[in-house]
């Protein structure tokens, strides 16, 4: 398994741009979430999805989009970058509910590698 | 509002010594508290997690406690190693029973030899 990954690894964009960070897993877990991380400002929840065709906001949604149209992919849109948006991005999944009569609603997150991303 | 905090940004200890590192929340009734490994430049890795129903979780040379009476969760390393070097976050449920996680800012632990 490759686990969860994310491209780009680094990316610059210029205020006023647009991009997609990709994420994907292989474990198929049905939730997926997107993080941001800054300095003294810990890691914060973006916007999360328990399965294709849901999604939710979290704490910090304005300025980003996403969608989940498939188990595996959930990407995650800046439509007009703002140097705010300066961060390391983090996209994490796990399992959800029960299964084999194990409850999984607690089950840890897997978390990829993070995109650097700049706006100058 | 909820609020976690950790207790330090930053802890020293010896090598061979017990690290021990503190997680406080207010306003919050988790269900669950988990422990994240965080090295630079790698997203966040899953060492524990123990339930509000649980006094005390180990793996190997680590321990976590969670008194939901004081609202605090102590991670303990025995036996530190210049390995163990990292930021430990905690992270509980945003809500009562949701797979939502809220995160502590983190302490950075370093282990000198």
């Known amino acids: 398994n490759a686990g969860v990954t994310q491209t780009p690894k680094f990316q610059v964009l210029k205020t006023g741009q647009s991009m997609t960070l990709q994420c994907a897993q292989d474990?198929?877990?049905?939730?997926m979430s997107w993080y941001r991380q800054d300095p003294g400002m810990g890691l914060r929840l973006i916007h999360y999805?328990?399965?294709?065709?849901?999604?939710d906001q979290g704490e910090v949604p304005n300025g980003y989009n996403v969608s989940r149209s498939t188990t595996e992919d959930f990407p995650l849109r800046l439509l007009s970058a703002a140097p705010s948006q300066t961060s390391v991005y983090f996209c994490?999944?796990?399992?959800?509910?029960?299964?084999?009569?194990?409850?999984?609603?607690?089950?840890?997150?897997?978390f990829g590698p993070g995109t650097r991303l700049t706006v100058l | 509002s909820q609020k976690i905090e950790q207790n330090s940004e930053a802890l020293n200890i010896q090598e061979g010594k017990t690290a021990t590192l503190t997680c406080n929340y207010t306003?919050?009734?988790?269900?669950?508290l988990q422990w994240y490994r965080q090295d630079p430049g790698r997203g966040p890795v899953f060492l524990l997690l123990?339930?509000?129903?649980?006094k005390e979780k180990r793996k190997e040379r680590l321990k976590v406690t969670f008194d939901t009476t004081l609202k605090q969760s102590l991670f303990h390393i025995t036996a530190s190693q210049p390995a163990d070097s990292a930021t430990y976050l905690c992270?509980?449920?945003?809500?009562?029973?949701?797979?939502?996680?809220?995160f502590g800012k983190g302490t950075k632990l370093s282990v000198i030899p």
């Open positions: 123990i339930r509000e129903n649980e």
């Open positions: 306003n919050y009734s988790p269900a669950y």
């Open positions: 999805s328990v399965g294709a065709g849901i999604t």
């Open positions: 474990m198929n877990h049905e939730y």
């Open positions: 992270a509980l449920d945003y809500e009562a029973g949701s797979y939502q996680l809220t």
């Open positions: 994490a999944s796990s399992y959800t509910g029960w299964a084999s009569g194990r409850d999984l609603s607690y089950n840890e997150q897997f």
